[in-house]
């Protein structure tokens, strides 16, 4: 059964800090999209990444890096050197060849960034 | 400047009334979903629409409904049926229905019971 998995509920941290936020999936389809949306307190969800389950490479936009690993079904998101900004909810979703129509979301992990 | 755009921002219901959500869409998009989201959870698909007079229902259709009469627009009607109606609605698109695609979202719309 498809499924994802975000642990983590609410991570607190301090300005300047790095911070990972967990995803694990589960898919029994070998052609999938692995996606990370944040949400502000806006409530808009502001899509930030797009993987699909061939490339493997490791991504770095600015302050962001993914790291998709398929050995142990995760997808973990990396903030380098926080800002206040980035205080969120983040979700993390999987799509699959075989059912495009779904958007599998995880349950979110709400980001508080302090100064 | 191309996007999606859901009005009301909140939205009052009182007890037995039928309330309608709407989105609209500048995209060319083919595909158009709605979802709702609950304190603490994730988003739930409600309906979808791949097509212009075609929708089907996603996994908490009941309560709900929509019709696609242009390929722009994707109401969403909350009947007195929904029990628990309040919640916070999303409405995305996507370019298209058969292939994996990315889903762009609106600003979404609170409803309240009174």
């Known amino acids: 059964a498809q499924k994802v998995t975000q642990a983590q509920t609410e991570i607190s941290v301090v300005e300047k800090e790095d911070v990972t936020l967990d995803c694990v999936y589960e898919t029994r389809d070998t052609t999938y999209y692995l996606f990370w949306y944040k949400q502000p307190p806006s409530g808009e969800l502001v899509f930030l990444i797009r993987?699909?389950?061939?490339?493997?490479q490791n991504e770095i936009s600015g302050r962001y890096s993914w790291n998709f690993q398929k050995s142990t079904s995760s997808f973990n998101f990396t903030i380098t050197a926080s800002q206040v900004v980035d205080s969120a909810v983040y979700f993390c979703?999987?799509?699959?060849?075989?059912?495009?129509?779904?958007?599998?979301f995880g349950t979110g992990t709400r980001l508080q960034v302090f100064p | 400047d191309g996007g999606i755009t859901q009005s009301p921002k909140y939205l009052f219901r009182k007890e037995g009334q039928n309330v309608t959500l709407s989105c609209e869409q500048n995209l060319n998009h083919d595909a158009m979903y709605w979802y709702r989201q609950d304190p603490g959870q994730g988003l739930r698909l409600i309906y979808y629409?791949?097509?212009?007079?075609?929708?089907q229902k996603g996994d908490i259709a009941e309560g709900y409904s929509v019709s696609r009469e242009k390929k722009e627009s994707f109401p969403l009607t909350v009947t007195s049926a929904q029990k628990n109606p309040t919640a916070f609605y999303l409405c995305?698109?996507?370019?298209?229905?058969?292939?994996?695609?990315?889903?762009?979202f609106g600003p979404g719309t609170r409803l309240l019971v009174l």
């Open positions: 993987r699909n389950s061939f490339d493997e």
């Open positions: 629409s791949q097509i212009v007079n075609d929708f």
């Open positions: 995305a698109s996507s370019i298209a229905w058969d292939r994996l695609e990315t889903q762009y």
């Open positions: 979703a999987l799509s699959e060849a075989y059912n495009t129509d779904k958007l599998i």
